[in-house]
């Protein structure tokens, strides 16, 4: 069907993207009503991300359906990074009336196909006009009886991990932003994020003791287990695995060092950890360790002189 | 102080921000961390709004905290429509760089006075970058053991009634779109909704059969819970009261119906309700029944010839 989001009209829209989402499991009343219910084991872990056109994504580089996959990704990572069972998403889009119906269907259809790889459900959220796209989306975790694993418990003596993927998407921004395409495999992970669905969850039952999802840059978000944890992070730049695709871009940009992708690139939303020794979930690469001393990040036993993560304004 | 948000930056904004915001109550962990997390009695309500710049409100007409307060208010409304009792808010604004710091501040006040209004707290958000500005609020509301008030639950020999304002924000942007500022009660009305908090509550507690924030109109939101429930609603006209405000605007446009403002009129977030005869609760205005026959919203026996309500796009 083709036309705009202007021509299908708000109800249509909504009857459209909400067609084959359903309730059932912890959902006990899903779209359709002022506010959707949900029946949690434990306590609701919740929190909100928001991407804009030009500024996070673009339609040229970026189909609709990334836009909903990444949309939805980056704020499920974020209840993971808490140790909690992801359950729900709400999405608001907020879009140009001329946008094209094709375009919302492929984006509702993204929104579908995350959800369904991150384990949650679609229970409600909101359409409205705007000069350009904004997505809001806010997810729902459940403790269930775990306590939220925070950026405050790391404590020295305990190693530091992660799982998932760094300085991908990063890679692909570069190339992107310089006009090339490829390789493939960073240009997809710009797109949308691989987040290790399950692994935070993991984590909090091995008793990880401060947890963060890399969405600044792996030094930026290390540095605020440093800060809010009051300890010294030390990476040991040898357990970095650099991948084939990050040191072709890296010498295709001048021959820049591939690592500094992974200590600064966001947006893969890879889960860090610490974790007591001998108990690191299988999966995740050990990278360094907490000591005491003044908050900081350290890269073999330096602090890096690189540009560190990414901030809005 | 003074600046733009671009020259404060991402962390300090969101440090002014949060400032006056603290954990406690159900808030077992609040701003700061990759998500708040909170302690509920009962099942979780969550519903989501956005307001667009030039959409839903407009800088020439709201100040900032008026933003501020009709997100929170807005989204708020939805969670009282359920029954629940609200909880807490998220709050996601995205913003151009160069938005003067003390809109930025002056929106920070409205959301924590509307949140103090209201009974919730702000556990988290978000702070991006875009071309105009776009505010997401989500609210978590606690159901507490009562079931959900849906729109699906009236039936037959019900009462129809309403508590708050209906078509005042409707009175006010028809002056102020036609370039005047009084009376100045329609025009406050229409920049900050003055929602029925706590209502929603008492209302679930009574019994109601149905519920629903009145925020496109009432006939159009009666409409969903006619359609929802199967039922017919039958409106008495002679059962509104028509505020002297109203009544000015009706005049000095043109002479219209007044009703109107009360019938198609949103954004004041009345919440009406279905309730057994004699268990109204105090404060709300009975104005019509629930009937057995095809979905419909009648006024003194007669499908009304007016516009109803708004729908985007």
């Keep these: ?12 829209l909504i009857a459209r993207i909400t067609a ?39 339609r040229s580089w970026s189909g ?3 836009v909903g996959r990444k949309a939805v990704a980056a704020c499920v990572a974020d209840a993971e990074a808490m140790g909690a069972v992801p359950i ?72 530091v991990a992660f799982v998932g993927r760094l300085g991908w998407a990063a890679a692909g921004l570069a190339v992107l932003t310089r006009g090339f395409r490829s390789p493939g495999a960073v240009v997809v992970a710009h797109r949308v994020p691989e987040v290790p669905y399950g692994e935070g969850r993991i984590a909090a039952e091995a008793g990880a003791g401060a947890m963060i ?9 290390l540095g605020h287990i440093a800060q809010a944890s009051g300890v010294r992070i030390e990476l040991n730049s040898a357990a970095f695995e ?17 690592l500094n ?30 000591v005491a001393g003044d908050p900081a990040v350290l890269v073999d036993g330096a602090v890096p002189e690189i540009d560190g993560g990414w901030t809005h304004f």
């Design 1 to 12: 069907m083709s036309g705009t989001a202007g021509e299908i009209g708000e109800f249509g």
């Design 20 to 58: 084959g989402v359903s309730a059932g499991g912890p959902v006990r009343l899903g779209v359709g009503d002022d506010a959707a219910v949900l029946r949690l084991g434990g306590d609701l872990a919740v929190s909100t991300d928001t991407m804009v056109e030009n500024v996070h994504f673009r």
């Design 64 to 66: 609709p359906g990334d």
């Design 88 to 159: 729900a998403v709400v999405v608001s889009l907020a879009m140009p009336a001329d946008t094209p119906t094709e375009w919302v269907d492929g984006f509702a259809a993204g929104v579908q196909l995350e959800c369904d790889r991150a384990g949650v459900r679609l229970v409600g959220g909101d359409l409205t006009t705007a000069a350009e796209i904004v997505v809001t989306a806010t997810v729902l975790g459940d403790q269930g009886g775990l306590a939220p694993v925070t950026r405050a418990g790391a404590r020295p003596g305990e190693l």
């Design 213 to 221: 999802d890399v969405s600044d840059g792996l030094l930026a978000d």
């Design 242 to 258: 650099i991948a084939e695709p990050q040191q072709a871009v890296a010498a295709a940009l001048g021959g820049g060092d591939p």
């Design 261 to 290: 992708f992974q200590l600064t690139g966001g947006d893969d939303h890879a889960l860090v950890a610490t974790f007591a020794r001998g108990h690191v979930p299988e999966g995740w690469t050990v990278i360094g360790e907490v």
